[in-house]
């Protein structure tokens, strides 16, 4: 069974502050895929990693897959009140029966204060 | 182009009552998925379907059925309703050889 270590779980800074979030496992994964929730809604892609050492830019969030496809980090660069939600790392199977299934880490929710 | 839909929004049930929850996504894609949230542990997969007619087992199947007669509904159903099953059930689809899934709004569910 893949497992997916996300932290920290809970995030409460100032508008203006960055931060990251972290997702570690011990297995190899074929693509790490960011989604955002918001409350009462389901979760939204926000970006899909498939190299290792791969980065990606979304406006103020920086999303990286760590060298051997076994880790991946978002960061938020001067955070703001809209970036207030629910963070969630899911990794894709490498391969057979079970490529395109998703394992998700546990979330980070993530609140900004004004 | 509504995407993934789902129905109800919200029900609550009493112990060893049945239901069903209804997915249907307008994208034709193969693959669709239905998982549950709990708090602190993410998005668990119940079932997923890799096409119309089949399914298979996720990681937490017990008390849960489902069934995909057409390639755009997918079919969660509860036979006899435990309080374990109070949460919040989301369904997902995927097209083939595209790892990203595509989230309904979810069904909160309160079983009493």
């Known amino acids: 069974t893949q497992l997916l270590e996300q932290s920290p779980q809970f995030l409460s800074i100032q508008e203006g502050e960055n931060l990251t979030v972290y997702c570690n496992s011990s297995s190899v994964f074929s693509s790490l895929q960011w989604y955002r929730q918001e409350p009462g809604e389901g979760p939204v892609l926000l970006v899909t990693v498939v190299t290792g050492g791969e980065v990606k830019k979304l406006k103020r969030l920086t999303f990286q897959f760590g060298d051997a496809r076994k880790d991946s980090s978002l960061h938020i660069t001067a955070a703001q009140p809209g970036d207030t939600g629910l963070y969630l790392c899911a990794g894709g199977a490498q391969s057979g029966t079970s490529y395109g299934k998703l394992t998700f880490g546990q979330g980070t929710i993530l609140t900004v204060h004004p | 182009n509504a995407g993934v839909t789902q129905t109800p929004k919200f029900r609550v049930l009493k112990t060893g009552q049945s239901m069903t929850l209804l997915c249907a996504q307008d994208m034709n894609h193969e693959y669709m998925y239905w998982y549950r949230q709990d708090p602190g542990m993410g998005l668990r997969l119940i079932h997923y379907?890799?096409?119309?007619?089949?399914?298979a087992k996720g990681e937490v199947p017990d008390g849960y059925n489902v069934s995909r007669l057409k390639k755009q509904n997918f079919l969660l159903g509860l036979e006899s309703a435990a309080p374990s099953q109070t949460s919040v059930y989301f369904c997902a689809s995927r097209t083939s050889g595209r790892s990203e899934q595509y989230f309904g709004p979810g069904t909160r569910l309160t079983v009493t």
């Open positions: 379907s890799v096409g119309e007619g089949t399914t």
